[in-house]
């Protein structure tokens, strides 16, 4: 089992940054690749960005490309997503989660076994 807890989000203007982080519990976190994922209201959970178990291989959906950087620090059980140039339609819950199997990196939500519960970026324009 692995316990994900997210936290960082919040309210920002368009143009601005955040940092969201994930911390992780329970199984060895090393060993799983993380991603994160976010839910508009009214649409479905989509991927945000990849990152393999040893940090080496990262991997974004195109809207987020040259504006999220997602990193992690395995010594700390952390994954983290830095947001910069934010914009209105990047508001959304944002989720952390790892697949079932380890060492597998996944980027479709039916794929991810364990969820955080989420934390919420608001961007005013």
């Known amino acids: 089992q692995v316990q994900l807890v997210e936290s960082g989000g919040g309210l920002v203007q368009a143009g601005g940054s955040l940092r969201l982080s994930c911390t992780a519990s329970g199984r060895a976190f090393s060993n799983y690749a993380m991603g994160w994922f976010r839910q508009a209201p009214g649409k479905a959970r989509e991927f945000v960005a990849g990152i393999t178990t040893g940090g080496s291989t990262t991997t974004y959906t195109d809207s987020v490309k040259g504006r999220f950087t997602i990193s992690r620090d395995n010594a700390k059980n952390t994954v983290s997503l830095q947001m910069n140039s934010l914009k209105p339609e990047d508001t959304a819950v944002y989720y952390c989660?790892?697949?079932?199997?380890?060492?597998?990196?996944?980027?479709?939500?039916?794929?991810?076994?364990?969820w955080g519960k989420g934390t919420l970026v608001t961007v005013s324009s």
């Open positions: 989660a790892a697949p079932g199997q380890t060492f597998l990196l996944v980027t479709t939500p039916g794929g991810m076994r364990y």
